[in-house]
């Protein structure tokens, strides 16, 4: 492969073309950045007549120290996951028999083990699925839909019995309920009703478990006359165990269920605001061609009101490719994507998206079998016996084993939805390594989902605030509390999930005071000062974004004061991250240089 395959390989074309191509169909050609539209956080972009070179050589000496930092770091989390450590014996059985250079592999993540230990079966669904379709080229648009519905809300059934046996006729119960109140409700009343019902079911399925048959037997038993009591009771129970004896390959459907909420909201809500649209075609007044939309078109353009029907819904929701995890489509994207295939989906793109999914996954073997930072963190280890080097590595490749364990699922759900014909969003932009700002990182992290709570969250609460000056930024930090609280309850309804959510808050606030404090167009004639502030500034927000992300993912609130202790006072440790900040800055003026702006 050459250089250039190479560089093609790893470009963000490959990765989504949403990323290299404007979102609006009809916008002119972007003009050169100018100093007030320069983001603080960031480097000040090449201008016109600089000279690029000049700019880069300065990256050359930060090359040099992260060049020499990421052997060490791996070397430091490979040292103390050899059996000579002292803390060994303790996660010792967490560890399973591997297939690299005879070393044990780290699958105690029971999230990602489920996900590792099924890939070969997968990989054959992947196979089948569109082999199963078989749709005929030459169809109308409306025909296209049509054929293409009809076999996904098929498959869907059968996929759901699959998946969560006999507790497939209760995910149905509650799509069918939500589908009601969307029809049945005045226009006034539904996004209430719909955020009211959605969370609802989210909190009454933790609680009550998924509502196993023989809880709901026993309930209505309770409703026979007590002469019949014990012989009904015994039956109700009876028949329930036997319901429940067939729970599919996933019997904890409610735990998955939560991915499926945020397609009921979306086809709820995107019914409600098709309602205030009826008063033509919205593609006869832009003049659009329904084949060529942007994705900004495709998700804002209400579809045809007779799209809005159960089976459309049906099939939506239950998209086989992205049922279980996502990426998340609206609902008007899907209805667009179902008539015409996106011009993004080729043959060569797919199969380099194919590659980089097979290198990623490369990679966390790699990591889970020389690097044992899951099983130690699970171990509740002493913290005083590692280094405070060790303890950053520790956090460290923590953050990048939750990274990848939510990367490859995403990626391979996506690359079955492109085999099929849907290209969705792209879940995870930038490598979790590469990011400075805690703004920008939770733009391109769950990217789908994020774009999912600006349209029907973030927006209709005011955005970031139509209020000028302080007034204004109170109310953008105001609803980003809202949207994280959502955020945290919508993952798990647990308290240390709550406090990550409120964590990520706050430490979005000194982000946003410093860009209110020091503003950007200021620094134009000191352009290398302002660099190393933000490198100090990035320092920061890297370790709080770790700490965040730590307390919610990985060793909770108790374990965060041995770890933040260690990695506050490991000066190498903030030296790498700088340095790293750094070539970050570089690598943002070159995408920027090529018209890549992805504001994350």
């Known amino acids: 492969m050459t250089f250039l395959e190479v560089k093609r390989l790893f470009s963000k074309d490959v990765l989504d073309t949403r990323f290299t191509k404007s979102s609006c169909a009809q916008s002119a050609p972007r003009a050169s950045a100018t100093p007030a539209q320069i983001d603080p956080a960031k480097p000040l972009p090449v201008l016109d007549g600089q000279d690029a070179t000049s700019r880069s050589r300065s990256a050359y000496f930060y090359y040099v120290i992260v060049g020499i930092a990421v052997p060490l770091m791996f070397k430091s989390a490979y040292d103390v996951s050899l059996p000579s450590h002292p803390s060994y014996s303790k996660y010792e059985h967490r ?323 492109l085999l099929d014909g849907i290209d969705p969003p792209e879940n995870m932009v930038r490598c979790m390594s590469d990011n400075y700002s805690a703004l920008a990182f939770w733009r391109g992290w769950h990217r789908s989902f994020n774009r999912w709570i600006v349209r029907y969250i973030y927006i209709p609460l005011g955005g970031s605030g139509t209020s000028p000056g302080s007034w204004g930024k109170a109310q953008s930090v105001f609803n980003m509390l809202i949207v994280f609280t959502f955020v945290a309850l919508w993952h798990d309804i647990q308290l240390k999930l709550l406090i990550w959510g409120w964590l990520i808050t706050l430490f979005v606030l000194p982000e946003v005071l410093a860009g209110y404090l020091f503003p950007k167009a200021q620094w134009h004639q000191h352009k290398d000062v302002y660099r190393l502030i933000c490198g100090i500034g990035a320092v920061g927000n890297i370790l709080m974004m770790m700490a965040a992300n730590l307390v919610g993912f990985a060793v909770g609130l108790d374990g965060l004061t041995g770890l933040v202790r260690g990695i506050v006072g490991s000066y190498s440790a903030c030296v790498a991250l700088f340095s790293a900040a750094q070539i970050m800055f570089e690598l943002r003026e070159h995408e920027l240089r090529h018209g890549i702006k992805l504001k994350c």
């Open 95 to 417: 560890l399973s028999s591997g297939w690299i250079l005879g070393r044990k592999v780290d699958n105690s993540d029971q999230q990602y083990s489920g996900f590792r230990d099924n890939i070969p079966s997968m990989f054959l669904l992947l196979a089948f699925h569109p082999i199963l379709r078989r749709a005929p080229s030459a169809l109308s648009a409306d025909a296209r839909l049509k054929q293409r519905v009809r076999f996904d809300a098929g498959f869907a059934c059968f996929y759901l019995l699959a998946l969560h046996g006999t507790s497939a006729f209760k995910v149905v119960a509650i799509l069918y309920i939500n589908f009601s109140l969307a029809k049945c409700l005045p226009r006034p009343y539904l996004p209430l009703a719909t955020w009211v019902f959605n969370i609802g079911v989210l909190f009454a399925n933790e609680w009550g478990r998924g509502y196993p048959y023989v809880e709901i037997a026993r309930l209505l038993s309770s409703w026979i006359p007590t002469s019949a009591m014990p012989a009904s009771e015994k039956a109700a129970q009876n028949w329930g165990t036997y319901l429940d004896s067939y729970s599919g390959l996933q019997p904890r459907w409610e735990i998955l269920f939560n991915i499926t909420v945020l397609r009921l909201i979306s086809f709820d809500l995107d019914y409600c605001w098709s309602l205030d649209r009826l008063g033509g075609s919205a593609l006869e007044k832009k003049q659009l061609d329904p084949s060529d939309l942007s994705e900004r078109d495709r998700v804002d353009l209400s579809a045809k009101s007779e799209d809005y029907s159960f089976r459309n819904y049906f099939a939506y929701v239950l998209y086989s490719p992205l049922y279980l995890t996502g990426p998340i489509l609206t609902f008007n994207e899907y209805i667009s994507q179902q008539r015409y295939t996106p011009k993004s989906i080729r043959r060569d793109r797919t199969v380099l998206y194919g590659i980089r999914f097979l290198i990623s996954l490369l990679t966390m073997e790699v990591m889970l079998h020389f690097l044992y930072v899951v099983a130690i963190s699970k171990s509740q280890p002493t913290w005083e016996i590692y280094t405070p080097f060790q303890l950053s590595m520790l956090g460290y490749f923590n953050l990048h084993i939750i990274w990848l364990k939510l990367l490859l699922p995403w990626r391979f759900f996506r690359l079955w939805a």
